[in-house]
C-alpha cells in the first residue's frame, strides 16, 4: 500500500460504454496525475491537476475526461474508447513541485 | 529535455552487487537525477535522487560522475524482490510537476 488507491484494478469495456477509474490519495498531497502505460512504451503522462486545477494536458484526446473535485481525489471519465485505448492507466500525487511521485497501483483496462 | 540512456536488460545474481548504468551526456547544472523503480504490476515508486555528491539511502546508492554526464544505481545485494524496470530520469530543478519517463533497463535477478 503506497497511499495512492485507484480502483477498479481491472476493467473491460466495450467500445460504446462509459466507465469512470479512481484514484484517491490521503498523503496531503497537493498535485495529482494520470499517466497511460501501454505495452512494450513508456509511461506516457495525461494530465497534471495542481491544487485541484488543470495544468497540464499532454494532448490527450476528448474521449478521456479528467476531474479532480479537491485534492484527494482524481477521476478519468472514459466513453467511446478505442481498442489502442488498452492499457494500465497510473495514478501519482506529489506535494509541490520537485517533490518525488508517489504512485498507485493502476488499473488495467481493456477496451473490447 | 535532456535525455538518458539506459541498457535495456540486465541480469544479476542473486546476494550479488548491481551496478545500473545511465548516461545524460547533455545534462543542464540544474537537472537533478531521479531514479524510480517498477516491480511487476505495481506503479512506479521513487528509489533515490541527486544533483552532484554521491547519494545514499536505504534502498541504493546513487554514484554520480564528477562531469554529471553519467550516474550509476548500486543495489549493494539483490534480491529476487528487486527484480524490477529501473528508470533514470533528469529533472530540472524548474520542471514544476513535470516527471518523464524513458524505457528504464529490466533488471532481471537470477536465484
Known amino acids: 500500500e503506497t497511499g495512492v488507491t485507484q480502483t477498479p484494478r481491472h476493467l473491460v469495456m466495450g467500445m460504446t460504454n462509459k466507465k469512470s477509474l479512481k484514484c484517491e490519495q490521503h498523503?496531503?498531497?497537493?498535485?495529482m496525475y494520470w499517466y497511460k502505460q501501454s505495452a512494450k512504451k513508456p509511461l506516457e503522462l495525461m494530465f497534471v491537476?495542481?491544487?485541484?486545477?488543470?495544468?497540464e494536458n499532454n494532448s490527450v484526446p476528448s474521449r478521456f475526461s479528467p476531474e479532480c473535485p479537491n485534492s484527494s481525489h482524481l477521476f478519468l471519465h472514459l466513453h467511446t474508447l478505442q481498442p489502442e485505448d488498452s492499457a494500465l492507466y497510473l495514478c501519482a500525487s506529489s506535494q509541490g513541485a520537485g517533490a518525488r511521485y508517489t504512485f498507485g497501483s493502476g488499473t488495467r483496462l481493456t477496451v473490447v | 529535455d535532456a535525455k538518458t540512456t539506459q541498457p535495456n536488460s540486465m541480469e544479476s545474481n542473486e546476494e550479488e552487487p548491481v551496478h545500473l548504468p545511465c548516461n545524460h551526456s547533455t545534462i543542464s547544472g540544474t537537472d537533478y537525477i531521479h531514479w524510480y523503480r517498477q516491480l511487476p504490476s505495481q506503479g512506479p515508486e521513487y528509489v533515490i535522487h541527486?544533483?552532484?555528491s554521491n547519494v545514499n539511502n536505504r534502498m541504493a546508492s546513487l554514484a554520480i560522475a564528477e562531469d554529471r554526464k553519467s550516474s550509476t544505481l548500486i543495489l549493494h545485494r539483490a534480491t529476487l524482490r528487486d527484480a524490477a524496470v529501473y528508470y533514470c530520469?533528469?529533472?530540472?530543478?524548474?520542471?514544476?510537476?513535470?516527471?518523464?519517463f524513458g524505457g528504464g533497463t529490466r533488471l532481471m535477478v537470477k536465484p
Open positions: 498523503l496531503g498531497h497537493n498535485a
Open positions: 491537476y495542481n491544487f485541484k486545477e488543470q495544468t
Open positions: 530520469i533528469l529533472r530540472p530543478y524548474n520542471a514544476g510537476n513535470m516527471l518523464t
Open positions: 541527486g544533483l552532484t
